[in-house]
């Protein structure tokens, strides 16, 4: 399976596919020099709580600007070492809402 656009990764995504060949495409895909390819990769990734994110997902969220989906993914990957990253965020940006419901779902997770 080879997905190199954004479109077959979101649809992937918004249908909520799920297979050991999914997973293994959207590792690959983290190496994409598209940004909103990666951005997808971490999206699926996260939502299917493959841990093989958690350092590109990581990274990510110590960018100056990380886009909302982002911090979304951090949450619902549920690993609780993104905790001290996203507290740092809460100081760092001034929308605070999508954050703290990250933050809160890891705590329940």
């Known amino acids: 399976m080879e997905m190199s656009e954004t479109g077959p990764a979101f649809a992937i995504n918004i249908n909520k596919y799920d297979n050991s060949d999914i997973r293994d ?5 983290l190496q994409d020099k598209n940004e909103e390819v990666r951005i997808e990769a971490i999206i699926g990734l996260s939502y299917r709580k493959d841990k093989r994110v958690l350092s590109v997902l990581c990274d990510e969220l110590k960018k100056n600007t990380v886009y909302d989906d982002i911090i979304e993914a951090a949450g619902e990957l549920g690993d609780k070492t993104l905790l001290p990253v996203l ?5 760092k940006f001034d929308d605070n809402e999508i954050i703290t419901s990250a933050i809160d779902k890891l705590k329940r997770s």
């Open 25 to 29: 495409c959207f590792v690959e895909m």
């Open 87 to 91: 507290d740092t965020m809460l100081y």
